[in-house]
Structure formats: structure tokens, C-alpha cells
């Protein structure tokens, strides 16, 4: 079965450094894709980062980058130079076939930044 | 705005008492999904729609619960006899197949949501 485990409830980052969020996952699918999300306190949920099972690179956008170890199964986020506006849950999550309509979410990390 | 809108966005409600939250996709999509998430945690799938038919239901959806989509077009999720476990934010999220964004293949768009608390 298909499972997204976030190990850091809640992180502390000092503005400007950079801080990397811990996200590990399990499937038999060899066909998945793994996201990142930022929820702030409004709720919504912000998309950030999409990873491919299949790509070869891993991705970036903008100050965020995910580090992608299949291997390991690894899927950790990498925020550069953080800002007081990163604060916020962030969510890693997975869907099962490249076209898969079922996201399955972590249980979150908590991200404070402190001035 | 052409991002997915629900409403309401807060909703308090006495134990028993039925609500109806609504959910409006991005045109084009045809692909609409409800999820909930409860106080420190991560949303959880409750059902998904293509067009029209509910193609896929979670346990965790129980018969209290029915979600509707008419016309394939908006969608509606109605809690009946509501308990106080049902307090969350449900989440309404849509896409449109074989769409290849930033966010994949399929990639979903969330709506705001809408916070239920149940007295």
C-alpha cells in the first residue's frame, strides 16, 4: 500500500538560511509522482514542486528544489534562503500511475522562520 | 478568478443537523475531488468524479455522507445527521485528463476549502 511519512512535526529555520524538509514514501507502483504543497493558515492548499518516478533530474522551481532518491525513496524538500512568508505546513504527497487521480498526503511539517 | 471556488468557507453547525458544502471546478476540468483534513493532518481522499459518475468512494466515506455532481459541471457534498468527528476542512480539488502542467500529468488544482466545525 501506498504511504507518504513526514518524520519533522515542526522545523525551525533562521530568514535567509536554507532548511530541507524530510519526506520519505512506499509504493509497488513503479509509476508515481511526488509533490510538495504549502498550506498556509488561510488553508489553502499551494502547489510547489512535482517529481516523475521517471525523470532523471530532480526537480526545481525557484528556491525550492526536491531531492529525489529513489533508491531510498526519498523525496526530501529543500527551501533556499527562507523568507518570514515560508512559514506554513508543508505537505509531501504521491500519486500512484503518472495519470493517477488518488493524492496521498503526509502528515505534515510545520516550517517557522524566524527574523 | 477561474480557480476552484467552495462555499461556504466556514460553516458551524449544532450535532445532527445536515450541510451541504459546494464545490465549483475550473471549466474546462472534468475531473472534480473531495478530500478532508482534520487537525494536524494531511488531507485524506474521500471520492472522485469523472464528468458526472462517482467513480471512486473511500471507507472513510460513510453513509451519512453523499457527494453529487448533476451536470459534470459543480458538486455538492452533503453530511447528514452530523457528528462532532466530522469537524475538518473539506477540500475540493479538480483536473482535467492528460493535462501536463508543473504538477505532472493530471495535475490537481484545491480550492480554498471550507472549515466545518460541529458543536
Known amino acids: 500500500a501506498q504511504k507518504i511519512t513526514q518524520t519533522q512535526p515542526g522545523m525551525f529555520v533562521q530568514e535567509k538560511e536554507a532548511v530541507t524538509l524530510d519526506c520519505t514514501y512506499d509504493t509497488s507502483d513503479p509509476s508515481y509522482g511526488l509533490f510538495w504543497y504549502k498550506q498556509p493558515s488561510s488553508g489553502e492548499m499551494i502547489f510547489l514542486i512535482y517529481?516523475?518516478?521517471?525523470?532523471?533530474q530532480n526537480a526545481t522551481e525557484g528556491r525550492y528544489s526536491l531531492n529525489f532518491q529513489k533508491a531510498r525513496k526519498s523525496a526530501n524538500l529543500v527551501i533556499s534562503a527562507s523568507q518570514l512568508g515560508d512559514s506554513a505546513m508543508y505537505f509531501c504527497a504521491m500519486r500512484e500511475g503518472l495519470g493517477g487521480f488518488k493524492t496521498i498526503f503526509g502528515a505534515g511539517t510545520r516550517l517557522f522562520v524566524k527574523a | 478568478d477561474t480557480g476552484v471556488s467552495q462555499d461556504p468557507r466556514h460553516k458551524i453547525t449544532k450535532r445532527g443537523q445536515n450541510v451541504t458544502f459546494r464545490c465549483d471546478p475550473i471549466s474546462e476540468h472534468n475531473r472534480l475531488y473531495w478530500y478532508r483534513q482534520t487537525l494536524g493532518q494531511g488531507p485524506e481522499f474521500l471520492t472522485y468524479?469523472?464528468?458526472?459518475?462517482?467513480?471512486?468512494k473511500s471507507r472513510l466515506l460513510s453513509d451519512r455522507f453523499s457527494a453529487e455532481r448533476p451536470k459534470g459541471s459543480f458538486s455538492t457534498l452533503e453530511i447528514q445527521r452530523t457528528e462532532q468527528g466530522d469537524s475538518a476542512m473539506y477540500l475540493c480539488?479538480?483536473?482535467?485528463?492528460?493535462?501536463?502542467?508543473?504538477?505532472?500529468?493530471?495535475?490537481?488544482?484545491f480550492g480554498p476549502g471550507t472549515r466545518l466545525t460541529v458543536l
Open positions: 480539488a479538480s483536473s482535467s485528463p492528460g493535462t501536463s502542467g508543473k504538477g505532472g500529468l493530471n495535475e490537481q488544482f
Open positions: 468524479f469523472q464528468n458526472e459518475a462517482q467513480l471512486e
Open positions: 517529481q516523475g518516478s521517471y525523470d532523471q
